[in-house]
């Protein structure tokens, strides 16, 4: 545990326990004109509703269709419309699981050592899930839910929409077939008018097979993204085609306003589009009309408008303020269909001789890589665990992500553009093919008016594209990918991320240039290429295990001094290059969390990663505070390991400080150790022969002293257990993220304790997960009991069932053990009228 908090250093030798970081903690305090947090995107009389909640599932079989519910037994399900039977009233799905989404089913699976290669390595890749054609039984998922269209939707359009799906759909309502979606990340949905039951009840279906996936780390399985049920006027704006384009000129915002009007009617329409500009605070700062036009029936039409407005407040990584932007498409004098569009006003530029440039002034993107993935939930966040995550990194001083290697969920862009955190936005598929272009096309279009998102990424470490033969159709791939996100958005650059030399194939169209590691080749590239901007598009690989101080492949577990890989660099090796280089526009190091999947360094029992500067719970690493000490501007100090050895006595220990202040004395049990200068963008170190009882450091800065302690602690005598909130939306969605620890008989946590806990729950609340950030433990994560993990564990609890009291009660599992239990209250409040999500 490390003694000074994250939040600041305390003066004159005090000390703070580390506290859990909130979801406040995302943005800075002075990160005003934020949108109500549930502000629906629909204006009426359009409808934008969640489905998330009612559905069932069941397991269906990839290779006998006895087991898979008679899917694909013979020929008559795709024979005639409406064949379907599941998808019809009557069928009994009573055996079936309730389930709300998102909902990943690969992280309720036991685990299975399978390390069979042979190139397909999926089970290894994919954290030992028994997913993949081996595993036909575990690998397609069925979900079904009815619902209720009432006689008043006549006339309208509706659509069910998918924000994403891990992998292959079918979808099914009312035993018709409605469409097939073959990849993981990019969203889908389709116009369900034509078969729906009006003023009754309707069935739809949704048979999900996970057996392919589309990327070589844990994606999950399943709808593991939110679902909507979107209701609209035949008269309508395109899906993703209303933009802001705003150009901060002096105090001024110029805004350039287009949509496209789509007229699904039977009769030609004269139309307008009327806008409105709001502030933070919802005050008009701005109106536009789009000229009048007539749109034809069956067509689509685009229209543009211009607005300006003065005293703009930018988008920045301090103070990321955003304005709304309200369309509404009239005609005759009646709203038919109008949405709300979030947008900051910022300029960001990428400069070959300057770096990168955000409102004029050059900054360094302090990046991480990141998958969706975290402890208890695997690839279905919860919108809250989205924001926690978010704030973690912001924590460490992180101002910008990369979305690996896939189009991001929604709810990460717009926790992004509210805390002032920058975004490399990559796609899954590098190819020109009219799969990958639907893909690109899909992320640019939705992702546009995202404010936090500074640069496109085509693709990620394409060698047989970049170099030898492949190269120059690797260009040529490149090129046509490039062309069209600067078609669909012309304000910003595109990159990708490259492991090679850059100097030929995929690199050679694009505005920014992208280095994965490698990095002795950035400074000469730049030397023989002045012209060309640079980022480090993927870095570091540094590797760790959280509480750990000697690497021992015997346990599978990381020292966490200095840990890596061998194509990767330390934090120190890496930012000294890309943090110091004017030329530099900083980088994005692998990884900000470890994730499940590509266990790395070791194979089995390992089945995460152990590359993340947090762990899969997002309980600091010590590299974690290395950041934090170079990547924020306040004071800090930071001393580790831990100081219980016992048996080691008289054995000489590393003992490592990070720092940003300007020199930091070691004291050991009232003796001093020296005193030692803090080199810039490094560390300072000592070794000591360990006694039991404590190390202090105390650095100085501007005149203070700042402190940083760790004790010799006694035995584990009881729990602690902390929520990063006190009070949670009782919205069924919502989520306290709660740190488990043990604290001896003083009240000190004790960081090598790894009691197995049992928890409870009571009041309108649920666990939803556990985890304890171990990269080796091969406990459930859906279990109500986690072992701590070098003092720590995690639950995961989710409002359900409306307002009141939650009581979560941790108590150890084996019985007659000394350690006293703990009991937590969280308040589920609820929510003003017109906060939630509109449901059906």
Request: hydrophobic share 40%.
């Amino acid at each position: 545990m490390d003694q000074v908090s994250r939040r600041g250093v305390m003066a004159g030798g005090a000390a703070l326990t580390l506290p859990m970081v909130p979801i406040a903690a995302m943005a800075r305090s002075d990160a005003v004109t934020l949108p109500p947090a549930h502000d629906p995107a629909a204006i009426a009389p359009r409808e934008h509703l969640s489905f998330d909640r009612g559905w069932r599932f069941a397991r269906g079989h990839g290779s006998d269709p006895a087991r898979d519910f008679g899917f694909g037994f013979g020929q008559s399900d795709f024979a005639k419309t409406g064949n379907f039977g599941i998808a019809k009233d009557g069928f009994d799905d009573s055996g079936w699981t309730p389930v709300d989404l998102p909902h990943d089913w690969a992280v309720e699976l036991p685990f299975v050592r399978d390390e069979r290669g042979e190139g397909d390595e999926r089970a290894l890749t994919h954290g030992f899930k028994p997913l993949g054609r081996r595993y036909p039984e575990t690998s397609i998922g069925w979900y079904r839910r009815s619902f209720r269209i009432e006689a008043a939707d006549r006339g309208r359009r509706i659509w069910l929409e998918f924000d994403g799906a891990m992998r292959d759909t079918v979808v099914l309502v009312n035993g018709c077939y409605v469409g097939r979606n073959a990849d993981g990340y990019a969203p889908f949905r389709y116009d369900i008018t034509d078969v729906l039951h009006y003023d009754a009840g309707n069935v739809v279906v949704v048979r999900v097979d996970a057996s392919f996936g589309s990327g070589w780390f844990y994606e999950g399985a399943g709808l593991y993204r939110h679902v909507w049920l979107t209701k609209h006027d035949p008269l309508h704006l395109g899906r993703w085609e209303t933009v802001v384009r705003a150009t901060p000129r002096g105090g001024t915002a110029a805004l350039d306003l287009a949509s496209v009007i789509v007229n699904a009617g039977d009769a030609p329409a004269r139309c307008a589009v009327d806008w409105t500009i709001l502030d933070g605070e919802g005050q008009t700062v701005a109106r536009a009309v789009s000229p009048a036009q007539t749109v034809a029936p069956g067509a689509a039409t685009g229209c543009t408008a211009t607005a300006s407005f003065d005293g703009v407040r930018l988008w920045d990584v301090e103070r990321p303020h955003l304005y709304v932007a309200v369309a509404r498409l009239v005609a005759g004098g009646v709203v038919r269909d109008g949405e709300r569009v979030t947008f900051g006003v910022r300029s960001a530029r990428f400069d070959a001789a300057n770096g990168f440039l955000l409102n004029g002034r050059a900054l360094k993107l302090q990046g991480t890589c990141n998958h969706q993935d975290h402890a208890g939930v695997g690839a279905a966040l919860p919108d809250a665990v989205q924001t926690f995550r978010l704030g973690v990194l912001r924590d460490m001083g992180c101002n910008a992500v990369r979305t690996t290697h896939n189009a991001p969920t929604p709810e990460w862009v717009e926790a992004c553009d509210r805390a002032g955190v920058m975004m490399m936005c990559e796609t899954r598929t590098m190819g020109s093919h009219p799969e990958a272009m639907a893909q690109l096309e899909l992320m640019v279009r939705r992702f546009r008016n995202a404010p936090s998102i500074v640069l496109w990424s085509i693709g990620n470490e394409e060698w047989i594209l970049q170099d030898g033969k492949m190269a120059e159709q690797g260009a040529r791939i490149a090129a046509t990918m490039t062309r069209r996100c600067h078609e669909l958005d012309p304000t910003r650059p595109v990159t990708a991320a490259v492991n090679s030399n850059n100097e030929q194939g995929v690199t050679d169209p694009l505005d920014v240039v992208g280095f994965n590691y490698h990095q002795e080749l950035p400074v000469p590239y730049h030397a023989r290429h002045p012209q060309r901007p640079i980022v480090g598009s993927e870095t570091s690989s540094a590797v760790s295990t959280r509480g750990e101080y000697r690497t021992d492949p015997k346990r599978n577990v990381m020292s966490s001094y200095d840990g890596v890989v061998g194509w990767g660099q330390t934090p120190e090796q890496w930012w000294q290059l890309y943090g110091t280089q004017a030329w530099s526009a900083g980088g994005f190091a692998w990884t900000g969390f470890d994730y499940r999947g590509e266990p790395t360094p070791y194979g089995w029992p390992s089945i995460s990663s152990q590359f993340g500067i947090v762990d899969t719970c997002g309980f600091p690493k010590d590299y974690f505070h290395y950041y934090r000490a170079w990547w924020r501007t306040e004071p800090m100090v930071h001393v580790f390991p831990h100081w219980n050895w016992p048996g080691r006595e008289g054995e000489v220990i590393p003992v490592w400080t990070y720092s940003n202040c300007d020199d930091v004395e070691l004291i050991c049990n009232g003796r001093s150790h020296g005193r030692q200068a803090v080199p810039r963008l490094g560390h300072v170190e000592w070794k000591l022969p360990y006694a039991p009882g404590y190390i202090e450091v105390r650095a100085r800065r501007d005149g203070r002293t700042f402190v940083a302690r760790r004790e010799t602690t006694g035995p584990a005598r009881r729990i602690r257990l902390t929520a990063d909130r006190a009070t949670i939306d009782a919205d069924g969605r919502d989520v306290a993220m709660v740190r488990a620890e043990a604290l001896d008989a003083h009240g000190r946590p004790v960081p090598t304790a790894m009691h197995r806990l049992a928890f409870d729950i009571s009041g309108p609340g649920a666990i939803i997960g556990v985890g304890n950030g171990d990269p080796n433990c091969l406990e459930s994560d859906k279990a109500p009991r986690r072992s701590l993990f070098n003092g720590l564990a995690q639950i995961i609890v989710q409002a359900r069932g409306g307002a009141g009291e939650i009581l979560l009660r941790a108590s150890p599992e084996l019985p007659g053990e000394a350690l006293a239990p703990a009991t937590l209250a969280i308040a589920a409040r609820p929510l003003p009228r017109g906060a939630a999500i509109p449901s059906l």
